[in-house]
């Protein structure tokens, strides 16, 4: 996990992900709905203009980041024993929180939000996110948690990054492993699972918080709590990953809001560019039936979503009408 080596003399530098998928999605070579679209070219605007609001881009660290992922093995399924290789989507989201930085530096981004349909591999992904915080960031002592409703949901995150930590040699050489504990003594870091009970949370210096389905959160308390936690560190960052949610009053429904408005400009510069957001969804006037849109929702369709299954959930959709909400989309 050492830093991203330079390239050589004559040696011609790798495109980097991150801007090849935001041209792929606006120049419509990648099918996708109005919201990512409105990400991708937020990502073209500031590398054209960022420099003037005191952004830059870092294109290493976004490099960095994504070829962490690389050390990782799945852990599961018919993936596991893997290589993580992350989906175009994905290294977008990796390479955008990690490669965006301030005029000081330090990271421009820190909070995270990423919506999209479930099966497209959200927990395996915040699972790396974490580990990369943990063991490649640059930040001695960082204190990375696995957040959520209950310790339980908290321990999907987690566990699935103790099963990358045992599945890859170079990881379970650095990383110690104890219960409810994944530590790199050296820097004096840890990552844990975090008790949803936001009154226990005092005390906490957060480097890293990875919060599964933001959805099933009733209220802001553990956020909230989370974020004040954070006031201490150099760079810290939130990390949300959720499905969408039918309550419109809840914590998830406000942070897609604002999202939305983040993406669509509406609100000012100061306060939307440290906020990432992807939101994958299909659009207004879509016909979910249509298999030609399902993607929008699911951006890793053919890989971890598999178009059989899809078809089987939606065609079950069509004849239950009172069911909650359609398999295809992830927001309305």
């Not at 040696?11 to 991708?40: D, E, F, N, Q, S």
């Amino acid at each position: 996990m050492a830093a991203a080596r330079k390239s050589g003399a004559g040696r011609k530098a790798p495109a980097c992900p991150v801007t090849a998928y935001a041209k792929a999605v606006t120049g419509g070579k990648i099918t996708a709905g109005r919201l990512v679209k409105l990400a991708c070219a937020r990502h073209l605007e500031d590398l054209k203009t960022g420099k003037t609001r005191g952004l830059s881009w870092d294109r290493a660290a976004a490099l960095h980041a994504i070829e962490f992922f690389g050390h990782l093995r799945h852990s599961t399924g018919e993936w596991a024993g893997q290589p993580f290789v992350l989906q175009p989507w994905q290294a977008f989201a990796v390479g955008s929180v990690f490669g965006w930085k301030r005029a000081d530096g330090l990271r421009r981004f820190r909070t995270a939000y990423v919506e999209v349909a479930r099966k497209n591999g959200k927990s395996a992904l915040l699972a790396g996110i974490a580990l990369y915080a943990l063991i490649a960031d640059g930040e001695a002592g960082a204190h990375v948690y696995a957040a959520a409703t209950t310790r339980d949901q908290a321990r999907i995150v987690f566990g699935e990054a103790e099963r990358m930590v045992a599945s890859s040699p170079a990881l379970a050489a650095r990383v110690t492993r104890t219960v409810n504990n994944l530590a790199v003594l050296p820097t004096a870091s840890w990552f844990r699972p975090l008790s949803a009970d936001a009154s226990k949370m005092d005390g906490l210096n957060v480097h890293l918080a990875a919060v599964d389905e933001v959805h099933e959160h009733p209220g802001p308390e553990i956020i909230q709590k989370l974020n004040t936690a954070t006031g201490a560190r150099r760079q810290p960052l939130i990390v949300e990953i959720t499905t969408a949610g039918h309550d419109r009053h809840s914590v998830c429904r406000q942070h897609h809001e604002f999202s939305v408005k983040a993406l669509e400009g509406s609100v000012p510069h100061e306060t939307a560019d440290s906020w990432f957001a992807y939101i994958a969804t299909i659009d207004a006037g879509d016909d979910w039936t249509d298999p030609a849109v399902w993607v929008k929702a699911n951006p890793s369709l053919g890989v971890t979503v598999k178009p059989d299954d899809l078809k089987r959930q939606i065609d079950e959709a069509r004849e239950m009408p009172a069911a909650e909400r359609h398999p295809a989309a992830a927001a309305e």
